[in-house]
């Protein structure tokens, strides 16, 4: 079993409907409308309720940032790559993180990836944040409507989605092409390092193109999580735009870069 906490993290749970419960705890001191209505949507899926003491939650979550209410949960399921891989109908667009360790990073991240209607969620089993309850209270809940594999080796399953003709595109500092210059309204995974060392090397050279985010003051870079929102946000315009009017292109100079097809060609190419 695994531990949710937070008002968010346990209401998208149950919402879901993808976890199976085994009961959920509430603290007797607290009394008010965000947590009756996640006791109420409880007792409407027949799922236990009990009410504790808030130093017993406090103890359970290992916090007292649980907001008065804790659940016991199945683990997650994860997809395989090939699972994501699957054509949807419509361009997709995936995020892929390459061995980010902070949990609370993690969460940013997906609640980011889920707000941009990103179809998937691609991360690394080792040298990588769990989703742990840490970092679902930080995604406060959107791991939950994600599709999310976890996979051993990042190379091989970046090489398993250009065979699927998705495009892999890197966000580096080192990168050549501005992020708003490039045409995500095609099939794109989108790949964010490790907080310290950005990319690895070989995750890199897997990348069609390298993008950067070009920067205004005296700090070179953003975090993790702030970096994958802009872009992620970007494409997410971008497909809208191209919707609304599908003669236009979203990239600009690179127009032709987010199409998996054309003749131009990128660095894992």
């Not at 980011?112 to 989703?131: H, I, N, Y």
Request: overall charge positive; proline content about 3%.
């Amino acid at each position: 079993m695994q531990i949710l906490y937070g008002i968010h993290p346990v209401e998208e749970a149950l919402k879901a409907g993808r976890r199976r419960f085994d009961h959920v705890l509430v603290a007797r001191e607290r009394r008010d409308e965000r947590l009756e209505a996640i006791v109420n949507l409880c007792r409407a899926l027949k799922i236990r309720v009990r009410t504790e003491p808030r130093e017993s939650l406090n103890d359970i979550a290992r916090t007292p940032a649980h907001q008065g209410v804790v659940a016991l949960v199945r683990a997650q399921e994860f997809l395989s790559i090939e699972d994501i891989a699957e054509p949807t109908g419509s361009p997709r667009l995936v995020l892929a993180l390459d061995g980010v360790e902070d949990p609370q990073n993690l969460g940013a991240l997906l609640r980011s990836a889920d707000g941009a209607g990103a179809d998937a969620v691609v991360m690394t089993e080792r040298r990588a944040a769990p989703l742990s309850a840490v970092a679902a209270k930080a995604a406060a809940g959107a791991q939950e409507h994600l599709r999310i594999a976890r996979v051993v080796n990042l190379v091989r399953a970046l090489e398993e989605l250009k065979r699927r003709n998705l495009w892999v595109i890197g966000l580096d500092e080192r990168g050549t092409t501005d992020y708003d210059r490039f045409d995500f309204t095609g099939d794109c995974v989108l790949v964010m390092g490790s907080e310290g060392d950005g990319l690895h090397d070989l995750v890199r050279r897997s990348c069609d193109h390298l993008l950067r985010i070009p920067m205004a003051g005296g700090v070179s870079s953003l975090n993790v999580s702030a970096a994958a929102s802009v872009v992620l946000f970007e494409a997410a315009r971008q497909r809208r735009a191209a919707e609304r009017d599908p003669q236009r292109t979203g990239a600009g100079s690179d127009s032709g870069a987010g199409k998996r097809g054309k003749k131009q060609k990128g660095l894992g190419s």
